[in-house]
């Protein structure tokens, strides 16, 4: 839940701005191997992305200073089908071109995007995007780690989650 406090940006938040690049987002398709619970890892993906309490911020880039406020609900992931389609490989390639030029609004987010696309023969492929003020490669790379490591201990409980980005609050950056 936001605090509607505002807080300053990152050095590297700061950087994405003065960058001035209309799309500062990135991506990435995985293709899952092995049987998949997909309400498990929907769930598991869920908890994961409410532990990285950085994607939950929104960008106040008008005034003399920008800042960001933390607290946007958990989006995702969405589940889609492709397992039906006379062309699923198509199906797929289009649905994350398309949202690859969709623009990421700072000041309403979310800014990221996750997507679980059920494929046939009971495969699955799973689509991040992040805009760069939340997330980097590094820490998409995290995100992925924890979430393979919480889907797979099971009904056990997780270890606790990372104390570096993106795992850390925004503040502790400041």
Sequence with gaps: MSTGEVLPLTYDQLAVLRAGVPDASFG???ELDGPLDEDRFSRVLQQTLAECTGLHSTFVLDGPEPGQVTGAPVTGPDVLDAAASDDPGRLVT???DHELTRPMDPGTGPLYVHALFR???GRYGWFQ???RLVNDEPGMTAIVHRTAETYEAGESAPTPPPESRPFVSPSVPL
Excluded: E, S
Aim: no cysteine.
């Design 28 to 30: 990435q398709y995985l």
């Design 94 to 96: 289009t649905w994350i």
């Design 119 to 121: 494929l046939p023969h």
């Design 129 to 131: 995007r992040y805009h």
